[in-house]
């Protein structure tokens, strides 16, 4: 696990967003700046599973768009196998959409309303690889409905006919179909009951060791992070708050707000009192403060957390903070 294949070289990406109704009244105002992912610096090696932790709205799917290239970002740039691949041209991306496959967060939308069942697995795998015989291309997606719980029977059935977790299971059998290297996963399971998570992840989880996938998996459930992923990165209003291991996240998080999150899941701490307290709500993303995102609410937070955005600095162990009082000793790292 030492080969880079996915990098975020400082990449931030913004929305404007027009003034709420009645918009005649505001129709004067300029757009308001949303920064969804900010100074973005990360670094996927080849044959892990990193987990991207974070709450809703933190810019968990702006990042996945990003690395995809659904998004462009507004500076920086995204380096995938030593290419820079964020400012390609439709076409030139095209040789990376075999091995870069995309789990979307709604299976809704991410399905074509036209397509079966099993026509939605036959295109992608025709496409790519042509040489295969029509009886060929139908085993494998066979195969491949049974690896995700679908009964083949359902083939001719359109999406709108399937339950939620069935479209998402089909999502899954979609791209695991043409065999990619590197899958960008954004809640895959949050659609899917109990025992079906277990199946999908056993699933993904034996995939990923036969053909050696890389996986950048998006999640805010904690469990499924402590199963899966070899190191996780926790997110905090579109900036990276801590990056490290699985097992030193869950056993030693740093923190504060990664202290925060797991403390909200009592189960999975063995100290529930020991960690950070934080205060109030999660601030408006049109109303950013200078300096870091959590200082309303750390504890911890003094002048220079008001004024200056902690940047990501490395602990003994290898794991990383974006942190002023852990970097002063303000907090026992
Ligand atoms: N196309 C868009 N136009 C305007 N704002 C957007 C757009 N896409 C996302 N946002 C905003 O960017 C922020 C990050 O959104 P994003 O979808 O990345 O969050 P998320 O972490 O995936 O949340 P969730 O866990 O709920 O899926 C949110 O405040 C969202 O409203
Ligand atoms: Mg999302």
Not at 41 to 63: A, N, P
Not at 112 to 122: A, E, G, Q, S, W
Request: hydrophobic share 35%; glycine share 6%; with cysteine.
């Amino acid at each position: 696990m030492t080969q880079p294949l996915l990098q975020l070289e400082q990449v931030s990406k913004s929305f404007y967003t027009r003034p709420t109704a009645p918009y005649e009244l505001f129709r004067w105002r300029r757009p308001a700046r949303l920064s969804a992912v900010e100074q973005l610096d990360l670094t996927v090696y080849r044959g892990e599973t990193l987990c991207v932790v974070g709450e809703s709205g933190c810019g968990k799917s702006t990042m996945a768009r990003l690395v995809m290239g659904l998004l462009h970002p507004d500076e920086g740039q995204i380096n995938y196998a030593g290419q820079r691949i964020d400012h390609l041209k439709r076409h030139d991306r095209l040789a990376y959409r075999r091995r870069m496959q995309m789990i979307f967060q709604d299976p809704y939308t991410a399905l074509n309303p036209r397509l079966t069942v099993l026509h939605c697995l036959l295109e992608p795998l025709l496409y790519h690889q042509p040489q295969l015989t029509e009886q060929e291309a139908l085993e494998q997606v066979f195969q491949q409905l049974l690896a995700v719980g679908i009964d083949p029977a359902l083939g001719q059935r359109f999406p709108h006919q399937l339950s939620s977790g069935q479209r998402q299971r089909l999502n899954i059998a979609r791209a695991l179909s043409v065999k990619p290297e590197f899958i960008v996963a954004d809640e895959p399971l949050s659609a899917l009951d109990v025992s079906i998570q277990a199946q999908i992840l056993n699933l993904l989880q034996d995939t990923a060791n036969q053909q050696n996938l890389t996986f950048l998996f998006f999640t805010h459930n904690l469990a499924v992070v402590e199963h899966i992923a070899d190191r996780v990165a926790v997110m905090y209003e579109g900036r990276l708050c801590e990056l490290t291991s699985s097992r030193n996240l869950f056993k030693h998080p740093r923190h504060p707000y990664t202290q925060a999150l797991l403390e909200a899941m009592p189960q999975l701490t063995t100290s529930p009192q020991q960690g950070a307290k934080l205060m109030g709500d999660v601030p408006s993303r049109l109303q950013r403060p200078l300096g870091c995102s959590l200082q309303d609410r750390c504890p911890y937070a003094n002048e220079r957390c008001r004024h200056q955005v902690p940047t990501l600095f490395s602990h003994t162990d290898g794991g990383q903070t974006a942190c002023h009082a852990l970097q002063e000793g303000r907090i026992k790292p």
